[in-house]
């Protein structure tokens, strides 16, 4: 997609969502590709997928937290 293409989709300023992009395209996480006048980015997810590795125990942490704060907000019983 284009940048014009992905901004329409969001409720921001294009330059706003230029900027992610490039910084998106400097962690290697889009590919840009210049057809023409045009540069279009991909999705690189050979590089999405080690961050989503990276990401999963750090999820899976919190998952536990509130799974366990869920557990004790359900046994609770106020003091009157």
Request: charged share 25%; aromatic share 8%; hydrophobic share 40%.
């Amino acid at each position: 997609m284009t940048a014009g293409a992905i901004a329409a989709n969001f409720d921001t300023a294009r330059p706003t969502v230029s900027k992610h992009l490039q910084i998106l395209t400097e962690c290697e996480l889009l590919k840009q590709e210049q057809i023409g006048r045009e540069v279009h980015y991909h999705l690189n997810a050979a590089n999405m997928k080690v961050v989503a590795d990276f990401l999963e125990p750090f999820r899976q942490l919190w998952d536990n937290r509130f799974n366990k704060l869920e557990q004790i907000m359900k046994s609770y019983k106020p003091k009157n």
